[in-house]
């Protein structure tokens, strides 16, 4: 869920004076509205040690009206806490109606730290997130609007950042920092399970990049005034729930994962053959391998109209006994499976142990061109992205192998390639009106998987970026995560 | 949550001869009338074995159209199954819209079997509750009406029934049959659990006592018609999650649990001078005791108007040390108490490890008074249960002593210290217009009363009944009651 965070955002700071003027005012506005309407807010900050937490927390203080705000911070427990059940402190600090809390630390910041310090399983670990789920959920249904912020830092950037302040002002670095440090990997796969599971349609996380201030600043501004104008909108409390993750109006953020994708990579011709052949080769024997020890694979490829994805699942395909494969290709859905919830159609096709499927597009339709379409409405998408997650986690957690590939292309690109679909006669089959149309709405289309990415992407069932402006490059890229997943997973 | 169930509850046949013939019509409408709105509808059977689950299926066969129904039996895995992750089989399962599914076993059958073995811990197990809860949403979320029934039997009943079968036609008695048995108090335990935290408003459990087949039968057909009509008549499939949980029209079940506790109960004043003092010296002992141990009471005392709170609780108060008590008095809620989550005004008060609060009146005005009386809309009561029961839960866990007691005088007891207090200037000023009015409503409270208990009365926290026509009896129950309790929790 952090990929989106790692893309190197910059604010400058000519650009951040420009619209600091216009963010504080929309944000004074949106609060009063909130204030009025009697609504209370939660913003939790949360995140990596080093990502200046403070610092925002200093910042809302200055844009916002600082009398309409409560700011909590839960340290180390103190007596009287700590001699009543856990939660007791979080209640004790919630704003009452009307007002803006801001949770410095939060009911997140003990499971994770416990986790990551490895003083609780996993399985009390997810009986905590259940717990958390359970008292956020009760906040909305009362009428909360709860934004939760994770501010995200590189392992590079939070190396550098703690290392500087252990230099310089010695003593100022809490004493946990160092630890962590040495733990980023285990602390981020931990975090990114805590917020999966946390991160539902009524109350969302945000991820935010946080190593440019100026950049943190203003998503940061540009967040609250979405979610506050949102849920003043929205009619009475007990519609709480169906509250939209932030949308449209984010200038700064506009930038999407898929901008991080190097389009630019391309393999010769040369290369190109002796690399797949290599490729083919190995997954071969490997997807053999996987059958005697009776691992299942599901592998599920998106992408632009026009990216490959015949192609790249062509050549994979090729490389396996055909006993060994199947390839579903995803149209629309028969009348049987409009019958049954969404997912159902997908369930029907999970292979049996040692077995790969294909998904030639996949559920993330639901998430993709029903959204953009409007073919599934704004509850049904929102809440699908935790019902992926929980589907591809029972998956995984059975021991499945899931690959999941987008194949990137530039708009450019794209054009090129349905221009040359009109002109070659053999090809002309395979180019609609539709994706005439598809094209027009790049930009949401670009967001919808920006979003999907965040959300969805995983320790266990990651996605993987193709560049697939260069069709070489992009088999090469499928063939080759494919084999080191099979690797690792029969290791 | 199976008090309800143990109520001794029977039908005569002629009575049920005269029911059967309306009800098979009312349900047969219900079938048809959910077919043309196209709900998929989910019949979950399960519960103890031995309560004839078998037989009541093959009732529905009759009582339905077999047409639109669709049975599954989950019984072993096969080995297709067992080659997926574990909901393939309840996915491959589902029915799809306009079909009713009749689920012989469920997803329920496997963890609760998975933790009464003991070869899962809890945590795991509470962790597949979770998955449960997940999927059941899910299916409701996408238009799905969900009826959970839990067929129960006493200790005794099952005992006499497996015994009964094993001597007779021996071979038909399921293997599992004769583990059951001896670990009865073990099952019960973990199936209340399991109810209780996938007791949701949009998915209730509906616990019947199976010991009288033909009262079972009833009420089976009572809670589908109840189910149904309630599902046909709400508008959209997205508004699914707050359907009532079976309310009114239920005729046989009406008898509540209430209609359990013996009434006549009572003490000679001498009799109850020596217990209550008796009792007193020992709570002064054991307070102190919880005192030093740091174990703190939380202690509710709910009940009709007049039925002797007040008298019960200062008896309690009484044998304690003043400093080591509370007694939280529940009025109406204040600004600040309005302006927060309903469970806030209560939170407040938890103890502190080693003490002791008593609240007069409770958390549970939700589910009674403001469900009675409308403060509350449907769907805050029907979720306060699950809030309610998460807050105890937390409570528990941290060692809290949870003590519930519930004073039941019956009505005409109840109008004879009525008309005691026109009658006494000194105790004029207890009773209000509202008494009189509340006292209208009997049938009501009473059903909130049996709900409440059904769905809140928890292994660790047991509502007790006390038979208060009686008020020495009454006082005496109550005290003995702590004693035991906070004994036990010193132990």
Same mark, same amino acid.
């Given at each position: 869920m952090f990929e989106a965070?790692?893309?190197?955002?910059?604010?400058?700071?000519?650009?951040?004076?420009?619209?600091?003027?216009? @963010?504080?005012?929309?944000?004074l506005d949106a609060q009063r509205k909130a204030q009025v309407a009697d609504i209370p807010v939660l913003i $939790?900050?949360?995140?990596?040690?080093?990502?200046?937490?403070?610092?925002?927390?200093? @910042?809302?203080?200055?844009?916002?009206?600082?009398?309409g705000l409560e700011t909590q911070a839960?340290?180390?427990?103190?007596?009287?806490?700590?001699?009543?059940?856990?939660?007791?402190?979080?209640?004790?600090?919630?704003?009452?109606?009307?007002?803006?809390?801001?949770?410095?630390?939060?009911?997140?910041?003990?499971?994770?730290?416990?986790r990551a310090m490895k003083r609780i399983p996993e399985d009390s670990f997810d009986r905590e997130l259940e717990r958390i789920r359970h008292f956020e959920d009760m906040l909305v249904d009362d009428g909360a609007l709860i934004i939760k912020l994770w501010f995200h830092l590189t392992q590079k950037e939070q190396y550098k950042r703690l290392e500087r302040e252990a230099r310089g002002k010695s003593g100022s670095v809490s004493p946990l920092t160092r630890r962590f440090s040495k733990r980023y990997?285990?602390?981020?796969? $931990?975090?990114?399970?805590?917020?999966?599971?946390?991160?539902?349609?009524?109350a969302p996380w945000h991820v935010i990049e946080a190593t440019n201030a100026r950049y943190r600043d203003l998503r940061v501004g540009e967040i609250l005034i979405d979610r506050l104008n949102a849920r003043i909108g929205s009619p009475a409390p007990s519609s709480g729930?169906?509250?939209?993750?932030?949308?449209?109006?984010?200038?700064?953020?506009?930038a999407g994962v898929l901008s991080s994708v190097p389009l630019d990579a391309a393999l010769s011709q040369n290369r190109y053959r002796r690399?797949?052949?290599?490729?083919?080769?190995?997954?071969?024997?490997?997807?053999?391998?996987?059958r005697q020890r009776r691992i299942n694979t599901v592998a599920v490829f998106e992408g632009w109209d026009a990216a490959g994805k015949?192609?790249? $699942?062509?050549?994979?395909?090729q490389a396996m006994d055909?006993? @060994?494969?199947?390839? $579903?290709?995803?149209?629309?859905?028969?009348?049987?499976?409009?019958?049954?919830?969404?997912?159902?159609?997908?369930?029907?096709?999970?292979?049996?142990?040692?077995?790969?499927?294909?998904?030639?597009?996949?559920?993330?339709?639901?998430?993709?061109?029903?959204?953009?379409?409007?073919?599934?409405?704004?509850?049904e998408w929102q809440r699908a992205y935790n019902e992926i997650n929980s589907f591809e986690e029972q998956l995984t957690e059975h021991g499945t192998v899931v690959l999941k590939f987008w194949l990137h292309i530039s708009p450019e690109e794209q054009l090129q390639r349905f221009e040359e679909r009109q002109r070659v006669a053999w090809k002309r089959h395979k180019l609609t009106d539709e994706d005439w149309r598809n094209r027009e709405k790049w930009g949401d289309y670009d967001r919808a998987v920006s979003d999907m990415v965040a959300r969805t992407s995983t320790e266990r069932a990651p996605w993987t970026l193709v560049a697939a402006n260069d069709k070489r490059h992009a088999r090469v890229q499928v063939i080759k995560t494919f084999c080191e997943r099979l690797e690792r997973a029969l290791r």
């Open positions: 965070a790692e893309l190197g955002q910059k604010v400058k700071r000519a650009d951040f004076e420009a619209r600091e003027h216009e @963010l504080h005012a929309a944000l $939790i900050v949360s995140g990596v040690e080093g990502a200046g937490k403070g610092d925002v927390v200093r @910042l809302l203080h200055r844009w916002m009206d600082a009398r839960f340290w180390d427990e103190t007596d009287e806490e700590r001699m009543r059940p856990r939660f007791w402190r979080f209640w004790r600090g919630l704003p009452p109606r009307g007002r803006i809390g801001i949770l410095f630390g939060s009911w997140y910041t003990q499971p994770i730290l416990d990997e285990r602390f981020r796969k $931990i975090s990114e399970r805590a917020l999966r599971k946390t991160d539902i349609g009524h729930r169906v509250t939209t993750p932030s949308p449209a109006l984010t200038k700064v953020g506009a690399t797949l052949r290599e490729y083919q080769t190995a997954l071969y024997a490997l997807a053999w391998q996987a015949g192609g790249a $699942i062509r050549r994979v395909t055909a006993r @060994l494969y199947r390839v $579903i290709s995803v149209a629309a859905p028969t009348d049987e499976e409009k019958s049954h919830p969404y997912l159902w159609r997908f369930w029907r096709h999970v292979p049996r142990a040692g077995y790969v499927t294909i998904y030639d597009r996949s559920w993330y339709g639901r998430v993709l061109v029903e959204r953009v379409e409007g073919f599934a409405s704004a509850p």
